[in-house]
């Protein structure tokens, strides 16, 4: 079966740009999404089709997928931005997601 | 505004059944697939099903297949899904989420209810 691969977690400075990756065999020949959720929440899409953001969500998110990773920047990252970050794609009509990454706003 | 409320959630022993719920609102339900998401407790998301918006085309993850039937009442603006056979790996908060179509690309989960707790325990 298909699998996502990300890092348990990531810690980055107020300020400064965050990456969060998501390794996949051949993943770059899908599309991504990225997924926050924060303590006690449900998941919010930040990014789909890669690169896409979806209404509401800040400029500083944004995504690119090529090869075997697919990434989730974060630019000037706020601590508002700390939380859980899931990757997502599709596999044969079957849903995938990635094991999740602890973003740490320290 | 559009908004998922899942219910039905509760304590169940070990071999039980539960069904759940989920009420659509805000949008014309009958457009969009929906899916069912899971998330253990401390762990990551995990797809379960999915169903077309007429309910004629449905997938499930392995883990639940022969199981679990999700099924819909778009006169209703509801989601189900009947869990049979429950285990202890059953144990998480419940998802139910939109589809969304995303021209040109895959579909991505646009709204999400609040989640709805299963425990099973003897």
């Known amino acids: 079966s298909y699998e996502l691969t990300q890092p348990p977690s990531v810690s980055v400075s107020p300020g400064q740009t965050a990456s969060i990756t998501c390794s996949g065999d051949?993943?770059?020949?899908?599309?991504a999404c990225w997924y926050q959720q924060k303590p006690g929440q449900s998941p919010v899409l930040v990014i789909y089709q890669d690169g896409e953001r979806p209404s509401g969500i800040p400029e500083r998110f944004s995504g690119s997928n090529s090869g075997n990773t697919a990434t989730l920047t974060i630019s000037g990252t706020q601590a508002m931005d700390e939380a859980d970050y899931y990757c997502?794609?599709?596999?044969?009509?079957?849903?995938?997601f990635g094991g999740g990454t602890k973003l740490t706003v320290l | 505004q559009v908004q998922l409320v899942e219910s039905g959630g509760g304590l169940v022993k070990p071999g039980g059944s539960l069904r759940l719920s989920c009420v659509a609102s805000g949008f014309t339900f009958s457009d969009y697939y929906m899916t069912w998401i899971r998330q253990a407790p401390g762990k990551g998301l995990g797809y379960i099903s999915y169903i077309s918006g007429g309910g004629s085309s449905i997938y499930y993850a392995d883990s639940v297949k022969g199981r679990f039937t999700i099924s819909r009442d778009n006169a209703k603006n509801s989601l189900y899904l009947q869990m049979n056979s429950l285990g202890a790996e059953d144990t998480a908060l419940y998802y139910c989420?939109?589809?969304?179509?995303?021209?040109?690309?895959?579909?991505?989960?646009?709204?999400w209810g609040q989640g709805t707790v299963v425990t099973v325990s003897s």
């Open positions: 051949k993943l770059g020949d899908k599309y």
């Open positions: 997502q794609a599709w596999d044969s009509s079957t849903v995938v």
């Open positions: 989420a939109r589809m969304w179509a995303v021209a040109g690309s895959d579909d991505a989960f646009d709204v």
